[in-house]
Nanobody, 120 residues
Framework: QVQLVETGGGLVQPGGSLRLSCAAS????????MGWYRQAPGKQRELVAA???????NYADSVKGRFTITRDNAKNTVNLQMNNLKPEDTAVYYC??????????????WGQGTQVTVSS
């Protein structure tokens, strides 16, 4: 059994910052890619940022230069530092981790989602 628990999120004014964290726990052999997605009302879920086990990083064009994704392998955690937030960043943010419970078994797990609202 594997669980992802997200923390962070909330209400912030435009130009402000927030930090999201997502910690995995349970029967974990190793973790491949980690990432953050978001879904705004009436829109499809979209990739915000992703980081591989080799630390290759991808960002959505809309967040480049403002968001930073990092991972802490010792703590099975992925973080998303969000700076210079804009109203269009408002969404529910979901953590995703590709977790191996054994060398040959890999599953994709999702966090419960955390609301980020950017408004004055």
């Amino acid at each position: 059994q594997v669980q992802l628990v997200e923390t962070g999120g909330g209400l912030v004014q435009p130009g402000g910052s927030l930090r999201l964290s997502c910690a995995a726990s349970g029967s974990i052999f190793s973790i491949d890619a980690m990432g953050w997605y978001r879904q705004a009302p009436g829109k499809q879920r979209e990739l915000v940022a992703a980081i591989t086990s080799g630390t290759t990083i991808n960002y959505a064009d809309s967040v480049k230069g403002r968001f930073t994704i990092t991972r802490d392998n010792a703590k099975n955690t992925v973080n998303l530092q969000m700076n210079n937030l804009k109203p269009e960043d408002t969404a529910v943010y979901y953590c995703n981790q590709d977790i191996r419970t054994s060398p040959s078994r890999r599953y994709s797990y999702w966090g419960q989602g955390t609301q980020v609202t950017v408004s004055s």
